[in-house]
């Protein structure tokens, strides 16, 4: 069982920036796939961005390339999602999600994520 800790949401203008940390609850974080995802009032959960276990590629939904980058840190079994030039729509729940088996190709479905974090408020104003 890995227990998922979120942090660094808040409140930020529109144009500025926010870094997400997602700490895991183990310390073989090296051995889970991760990634973010968001959920916006009245909408579904989104995917955001993904690291494979060796954090050498990484994969990103349209909306937020070129703005966001995922990255994760296995001696610290953490990840995190530095977040730049935020708009108002970016405005969500953000959510990091674990699994030791997920491949790349399944990274857009949350069910195939075992673990969930609580989740962090990222509020953008316009």
């Known amino acids: 069982q890995v227990q998922l800790v979120e942090s660094g949401g808040g409140l930020v203008q529109a144009g500025g920036s926010l870094r997400l940390s997602c700490a895991a609850s183990?310390?073989?974080?090296?051995?889970?796939?991760m990634g973010w995802f968001r959920q916006a009032p009245g909408k579904e959960r989104d995917f955001v961005a993904f690291?494979?276990?060796?954090?050498?590629?990484?994969y990103y939904a349209e909306s937020v390339k070129g703005r966001f980058t995922i990255s994760r840190d296995n001696a610290k079994n953490t990840m995190y999602l530095q977040m730049n030039s935020l708009k108002s729509e970016d405005t969500a729940v953000y959510y990091c999600?674990?699994?030791?088996?997920?491949?790349?190709?399944?990274?857009?479905?949350?069910?195939?994520?075992?673990?969930w974090g609580q989740g962090t408020q990222v509020s953008v104003s316009s």
């Open positions: 999600a674990a699994d030791s088996h997920i491949a790349p190709i399944h990274r857009l479905d949350a069910k195939k994520y075992d673990y």
């Open positions: 183990t310390r073989t974080a090296n051995r889970y796939a």
């Open positions: 690291v494979p276990r060796s954090g050498v590629s990484t």
